[in-house]
């Protein structure tokens, strides 16, 4: 059996309680050695056989999960975040079925849920925006041409970029060209729930400037939208004057 559990989005305690438990339970883990937090291998108990899999291609990988089964041993797959965010499990997946190898998947909490905490940001404020983008810019691997940083910013929503901070010099071209107008709050979190978490805030005319001014790669999120400001309407569900299914509203 494998079990893909996602790691969380850096603190070693925001793994979930079942992905916990099911790392104690391992006899083989794999873990993405250049994203997880190895604070989280306390929770492997001794005799535990663990690779990294940074270094392993995706061959090598099922070549471990093959062994592992031959001797009844039980896998533990560990992402970063939550496995379906830019997880490549979907290959793994399919590998394992055509291989007949019993696999599960355990929730984790994405680095996109991280960041907000970092920011103390809610990505969905009343006449504000309703929708939250995740997406990535394109770099070395391809974006659908549908779905270019340009098209996306039409809609002007919350957007979460993934895997873009070396890229923000292009980054920002894009969504200025797209439609988002240079005011238009942003922030930088590199390392959310990380110990050396740290946040930087900025406009969207400003974010090329305070990303290459931090010296950020990699490891880090941009959050764009105006959640990000101040201004929004107050929830519906707690206005004293609005109905719902379990009170009724007064004048």
């Known amino acids: 059996m494998v079990h893909f559990v996602g790691a969380g989005s850096g603190a070693a305690?925001?793994?979930?309680?079942?992905?916990?438990?099911?790392?104690g339970e391992a006899d083989v883990v794999i873990y993405a050695g250049s994203l997880v937090n190895p604070e989280l291998l306390q929770?492997?108990?001794?005799?535990?056989?663990i690779h990294n899999s940074a270094q392993m291609t995706?061959?090598?990988?099922?070549?471990?999960?093959?062994?592992?089964?031959?001797?009844?041993?039980?896998?533990?797959?560990?992402?970063?975040?939550?496995?379906?965010?830019?997880?490549?499990?979907?290959?793994?997946?399919?590998?394992?079925?055509?291989?007949?190898?019993?696999?599960?998947?355990?929730?984790?909490?994405?680095?996109?849920?991280?960041?907000?905490?970092?920011l103390r940001a809610e990505?969905?404020?009343?006449?504000?925006?309703?929708?939250?983008?995740?997406?990535?810019?394109?770099?070395r691997t391809p974006v659908p041409d549908r779905e270019s940083i340009r098209?996306?910013?039409?809609?002007?929503?919350?957007?979460?970029?993934?895997?873009?901070t070396g890229l923000s010099q292009k980054l920002q071209e894009e969504l200025l060209?797209?439609?988002?107008?240079?005011?238009?709050?942003?922030?930088v979190v590199y390392k959310a729930t990380w110990p050396e978490e740290r946040v930087f805030r900025c406009t969207v005319g400003t974010l090329a400037e305070t990303v290459e001014g931090?010296?950020?790669?990699?490891?880090?999120?941009?959050?764009?939208?105006?959640?990000?400001?101040?201004?929004?309407?107050?929830s519906k569900l707690y206005d004293p004057g609005f109905t719902t299914e379990f009170r009724r509203g007064g004048e």
């Open 214 to 234: 931090a010296g950020l790669t990699k490891t880090a999120l941009i959050i764009v939208g105006n959640c990000l400001g101040a201004d929004y309407e107050r």
């Open 123 to 139: 990505y969905t404020l009343p006449e504000v925006s309703q929708t939250v983008i995740i997406t990535r810019a394109a770099g």
């Open 151 to 164: 098209s996306l910013a039409v809609h002007r929503a919350t957007m979460v970029l993934f895997l873009s």
């Open 13 to 23: 305690d925001l793994i979930t309680v079942r992905g916990a438990r099911l790392l």
């Open 43 to 49: 929770y492997v108990r001794e005799g535990c056989e």
């Open 58 to 118: 995706l061959e090598q990988v099922l070549d471990v999960v093959r062994s592992a089964e031959a001797a009844g041993k039980t896998t533990v797959r560990l992402h970063t975040g939550d496995s379906s965010i830019y997880g490549a499990v979907r290959e793994q997946f399919d590998q394992l079925e055509a291989l007949g190898i019993a696999y599960d998947v355990c929730p984790g909490v994405s680095s996109f849920c991280g960041a907000a905490a970092a």
């Open 177 to 187: 060209s797209g439609g988002y107008p240079p005011e238009t709050p942003a922030a």
